[in-house]
């Protein structure tokens, strides 16, 4: 427990001292919290040897009712520092998380880790926040409550006083106990609880694929078994400690009882007063039941360091390295983009090697071959989603990994198949291209990506608001907007993968002259699938099983048998490439 109070004061960074200072003020509340008793008991005594006056009588009530002011007084600072810290410091935890999140490698965010940043985020943060101040303030309290009690004890009569830290000793063990299994299965409540997101996620993602092929029976079951699964985990944690509960609580009756009995002993034999008996009796009825609490509230305790381990298993992945201080100059001799000897793995298996080509100013490199040859992949390392292991990919002679990351995607854009437009106005996601962009130079831009008319025609124009990841827009207007985007960012270089799916043959058309707005006077790396771009391209790389197979202008490769030639006249009208020009 102690150790759990310094990982939350540690995990809490600057808000550390405000917690300290809820701790502090729910130790004087607990001192003051007991105080009533040991009044009572001084009264008590006072009447039963004849020695109260008047002036005592007055004297108890004031204190009384001060001692109860000053718990009204602590109890306040200790609430209102205890929620300020705890909102405050894992609001900004999660804003340290965001910021933390844009620094990882993209591959942590493909390998099925959605679930756990979603579930990190809401379920194990959320716990943390309203969980822990509260319970950690309580804890302290009633430890030192019990502290303070059991020295009054002691005072009074050592053989009680020994007595009743005996059951609070063997109490400590079976907590210990209780302990343990708590925190074996809170591990398992917060995964059940992560696969649920997943579940939940997956569920909604793929609704669609679901209706389409009549899943939604069986998908919907499969939801349902995950619900009853994360029931039956929190169930089972609750059963499993529940035991140990049961057996502290049938001690401290054997306890209070045992106490009891041992003051009425010692009273008939006269070591101790009447009073003193009867003060022990108030004693102890007050020492045993905030034990009780603490250990059920140390459960929540268990759960708590379960989701901290969670949060910091996430902070713990290795970031992309952005300490590079180069910036990508304006002009330079070298080639605007250089592969030299590049290879990669995504995890053991090596997918690229020895790779190396380069990419003039305002010259265009085609990326074509089989599927799974690694075409993607060596469009991905350009604007580092992954780093390489093994040689080098410069900008204008700049190693990338030693610029700025900020610098890198201010040079690059790029235009995927799978277009995901945020839950805002077409307006805002245009000009997250270029936020400081002004309102003509993105009205300019959505003209460029010929989308400015289907904006128009919509009710709230620019102010449309798409649904969450676009839902409301054609495939084909979503293309749209997002090159729209990339045209605003204007940056030197481009990105393409050329869409494989058919739109109808207007918005073809249509994208097809925002792409062309949008390469103007760029330098462009495309994964290629139209022979018209191909044809188009100063170089065309035939990428399989990981290496340059072939390359060379259309022409070139023309001319010689190979993979190339192959795919041009065989596979033009299969599902290879498009014949569309
Ligand atoms: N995120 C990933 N994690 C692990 N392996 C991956 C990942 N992405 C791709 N691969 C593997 O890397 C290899 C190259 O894949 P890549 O997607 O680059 O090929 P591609 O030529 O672009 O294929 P396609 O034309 O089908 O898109 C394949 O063996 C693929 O299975």
Known sequence: MIRLISRILNFSGKYKTRIIGALAFSFLKSILMKSPIGLAFFALSAFYNKTATDEMCLYIGIAIIVSLILQVIFQHFDNKLQASAGFMFMAEKRMELGAFLRKLPMGYFTKGNIGKISSVLSTDMAFVEENCMMVIADLVGYIFAEAILLIFMLMFNIWLGLLAICFVVISFFIWKKLEKAALKDSHNRQEQSENLTESVLDFTE?????????????????????????????????????????????LFGLG????????MFLNFNSVITATAAVGMMLFVFDLFAPIKTLYAQSARLT?????????????????LADNGTDIIPDASRSAEVEFKNVSFAYDEKEVLHNISFDLKRNGMVALVGPSGGGKSTIASLLPRFWDVESGQIMIRGKDIKKVKLADLMDHISMVFQRV?????????????????????????????ARC??????????????????????????????????????????????????????????????AISELCKGKTLLVIAHRLGTIRNADKILVIAEGKIAQQGTHDELMEKDGIYKDFVTVRQSSKGWSRRA
């Open 420 to 448: 995901y437009l945020f839950q805002d106005t077409i307006y805002n996601n245009i000009s997250m291209g270029r936020p400081n962009a002004t309102e003509q130079e993105v009205i300019e831009a959505a003209k460029k």
């Open 256 to 263: 209070t009882g045992a106490v009891v009995g041992l003051a």
């Open 206 to 250: 793929g609704i669609g694929i679901i209706k389409t092929y009549n899943l939604l029976g069986e998908k919907s079951k499969e939801l349902s078994d995950d619900f009853i699964k994360t029931c039956k985990t929190a169930l089972e944690f609750e059963d499993n400690y529940v035991v140990y509960q049961r057996l502290i609580g049938i």
């Open 303 to 319: 759960i708590m360091d379960s989701c901290l381990n969670r949060i910091e298993e996430v902070f713990s992945e290795a970031m």
């Open 452 to 513: 400015y008319d289907f904006i128009m025609a919509l009710p709230e124009g620019f102010n449309t608001v798409v649904g969450e990841g676009g839902e409301t827009l054609s495939g084909g207007e979503k293309q749209r907007i997002s090159i729209a985007r990339c045209i605003l960012k204007d940056a030197p270089i481009v990105i393409l993968d050329e869409a494989t799916a058919s739109v109808d043959a207007d918005n073809e058309s249509y994208i097809q002259q």
